[in-house]
């Protein structure tokens, strides 16, 4: 990818955007882009050579690979979230594994120790990385929490809610939700089976408040939805 494209999309990525010109250009020349299809494995690196990864465009599953029956889904990321070795401590991660959920997913990527001297050499933006890696912390501790709290079905909702409002267009009286997620990705998301994912929609599509097919989850009532 040309130098001038990766210049233009770190220039609009909120952790970098706030970089001089000139430290921005030298930042691009480090960094690689990519594009990745669904459903290939987008690695971290090798050991002390990690990689961090920016998401540019596109979808991104984050597995947890440990040897469990079911697969686990930790994390399911929108641009622009960020992912890899987010401790910067060039620990490969063996029980974690990255995939793209849509066509044509673009990917910045950065090797560790390029990105730490980014960071040392412009420390006006450690604090927003700090902020953006505590953000994600938060996130998964929510999410340990309505394992234990919630019962499956609440799970489901409150997933799609938050589906809703980060990745939802409102069209008329509806939300419209690209459904790039299958049935066992939500049921590994919310840590319960395919078969109660799809018994629990269509309990939600029988009681009118979504409709739902391969492309598209239509979420009828968005005020029952906030």
Same mark, same amino acid.
């Given at each position: 990818?040309?130098?001038?494209?990766?210049?233009?999309?770190?220039?609009?990525?909120?952790?970098?955007?706030?970089?001089?010109?000139?430290?921005?250009?030298?930042?691009?020349?480090?960094?690689?882009?990519?594009?990745?299809?669904?459903?290939?494995?987008?690695?971290?690196?090798?050991?002390?050579?990690?990689?961090?990864?920016?998401?540019?465009?596109?979808?991104?599953?984050?597995?947890?690979?440990?040897?469990?029956?079911?697969?686990?889904?930790?994390?399911?990321?929108?641009?622009?979230?960020?992912?890899?070795?987010?401790?910067?401590?060039?620990?490969?991660?063996?029980?974690?594994?990255?995939?793209?959920?849509?066509?044509?997913?673009?990917?910045?990527?950065?090797?560790?120790?390029?990105?730490?001297?980014?960071?040392?050499?412009?420390?006006?933006?450690?604090?927003?990385?700090?902020?953006?890696?505590?953000?994600?912390?938060?996130?998964? &501790?929510? +999410?340990?929490? %309505? *394992?234990?709290?919630?019962?499956? @079905?609440?799970?489901?909702?409150?997933?799609?809610?938050? #589906?809703?409002?980060?990745?939802?267009?409102?069209?008329?009286?509806?939300?419209?939700?690209?459904?790039?997620?299958?049935?066992?990705?939500?049921?590994?998301?919310?840590?319960?089976?395919?078969?109660?994912?799809?018994?629990?929609?269509? &309990?939600? +599509?029988?009681? %009118? *408040?979504?409709?739902?097919?391969? @492309?598209?989850?239509?979420?009828?009532?968005?005020?029952? #939805?906030?």
């Amino acid at each position: 990818m040309s130098e001038e494209m990766k210049y233009f999309y770190l220039k609009n990525h909120p952790l970098l955007n706030s970089l001089p010109e000139q430290k921005l250009i030298a930042a691009s020349a480090l960094a690689k882009m990519k594009t990745v299809y669904r459903g290939e494995v987008i690695g971290y690196g090798e050991p002390g050579y990690t990689k961090i990864h920016f998401l540019v465009k596109g979808k991104v599953k984050i597995t947890d690979t440990s040897g469990m029956e079911n697969e686990l889904v930790k994390d399911i990321l929108t641009e622009p979230d960020i992912f890899g070795d987010l401790g910067l401590d060039g620990q490969l991660k063996t029980d974690e594994c990255a995939e793209a959920l849509t066509a044509n997913t673009v990917i910045c990527s950065f090797y560790v120790g390029d990105f730490k001297r980014i960071l040392e050499e412009n420390p006006q933006i450690v604090l927003s990385y700090a902020k953006k890696v505590n953000s994600k912390l938060q996130r998964l &501790e929510n +999410r340990h929490a %309505d *394992l234990i709290f919630l019962d499956t @079905k609440d799970r489901l909702i409150r997933f799609i809610k938050h #589906w809703a409002r980060t990745d939802g267009n409102h069209t008329g009286d509806k939300i419209i939700l690209n459904n790039y997620l299958t049935h066992s990705d939500i049921a590994g998301f919310i840590a319960t089976s395919r078969q109660s994912v799809n018994m629990l929609l269509n &309990e939600l +599509r029988s009681s %009118d *408040l979504l409709c739902y097919n391969r @492309k598209c989850i239509e979420l009828n009532n968005p005020v029952a #939805w906030n």
